[in-house]
């Protein structure tokens, strides 16, 4: 490129700080290669031939290729650029992730979010450790797991929400729910999980009027008066109806829940996602093993 840019092999050496014979050399080996003429050489200096503008162009194209590729790498080393995978659970990221995501984005325009939504907590965590996932938005496991760690954590409360025909008092106690009909999600799902912890503690078989593999169907059964419904609290306030009454639980039904990412260092762009995401909600920073400090925080 040196020569087409220069036209002569003098004025080519000169700007690359070499002496000419090493580069006519060079030259001559390239041209072996190619098998054909890449320049022609004369009194006037070096001109391409049709062989060499090729080339000459397709250099030029591959170090320009280079030179983004090496801006984009430092862009996503930075935060600045690159791809984010966020995985959460529905309810989660109904009421943490819109006004986090908005914001982020805004911060990070040239970051492209991809989200994955799934009830099952323990897959999100999973997909978290084997590194198909950059965050997970979930529920948190009773014990510590392999290839993962809590960069965040905080808790999710749930509350009863009732037909407001069943007069119930605005606060319950647990064992209230073991003789009203339920609503609720087919076994497995994590919401349905949380259920069956409460009936387990309460020794009791709960009543279940109707399941639904769709959680968005829950209030709406609800407000028809077919049963109670075991639900967090946000997605409840954020789905409140006519015919529907939020009840509180004394003490309280709450889970643990959490940002969880791979074990290791984080990237420059995960870290400014766990930043927006302790900025915009009451989810804080676990404590570090060094410091083996405690913290004790909300999220709704």
């Known amino acids: 490129m040196a020569i087409a840019r220069t036209g002569s092999l003098t004025a080519a050496a000169r700007e690359l700080h070499m002496a000419q014979p090493p580069l006519s050399r060079r030259l001559q080996h390239l041209e072996r290669d190619v098998g054909a ?20 162009d397709a250099a030029r194209d591959a170090l320009k290729a280079i030179a983004r590729a090496e801006q984009d790498t430092a862009d996503a080393a930075a935060g600045r650029a690159g791809r984010l995978r966020i995985g959460v659970t ?28 799934s009830g099952d907590s323990a897959w999100l965590r999973q997909q978290a450790g084997a590194g198909e996932l950059d965050i997970a938005v979930a ?8 290839s993962t760690r809590v960069a965040l954590s905080g808790e999710q409360r749930f509350v009863l929400i009732a037909p407001t025909e069943l007069r119930l008092p605005r606060t319950l106690r647990r064992r209230a729910v073991v003789d009203l009909p339920l609503v609720a999600l087919t076994a497995g799902e994590g919401l349905r999980q949380q259920l069956d912890q409460l009936f387990a503690d309460l020794d009791a078989e709960p009543n279940i009027a109707i399941e639904t593999s769709e959680r968005e169907m829950l209030v709406p059964f609800v407000s028809a008066g077919i049963g109670v419904a075991l639900i967090p609290e946000g997605f ?22 959490g940002a969880i990412v791979a074990d290791g260092s984080a ?10 995401l302790a900025n915009g909600t009451e989810l804080a920073a676990r404590a570090t093993p060094t410091r083996r400090a405690r913290t004790s925080t909300r999220s709704r």
Not at 37 to 56: I, M, S
Request: hydrophobic letters at 50%; aromatic letters at 4%.
């Open 37 to 56: 003429p890449l320049f022609l050489r004369g009194r006037h200096g070096a001109v391409p031939t049709a062989v060499g503008r090729t080339l000459v």
């Open 90 to 117: 529905p309810t989660l990221g109904a009421v943490l992730l819109p006004a986090v995501l908005a914001a982020f984005r805004r911060a990070h325009p040239g970051v492209r979010l991809d989200l994955t939504s």
């Open 236 to 257: 409840a306030r954020a789905r409140l109806t006519k015919g529907v009454s939020i009840h509180e639980f004394g003490p309280p039904v709450r889970r643990a829940i």
């Open 267 to 276: 990237t420059a762009l995960v870290d400014a996602f766990l930043v927006a």
């Open 139 to 146: 529920a948190l496991a009773t014990s510590p797991e392999q």
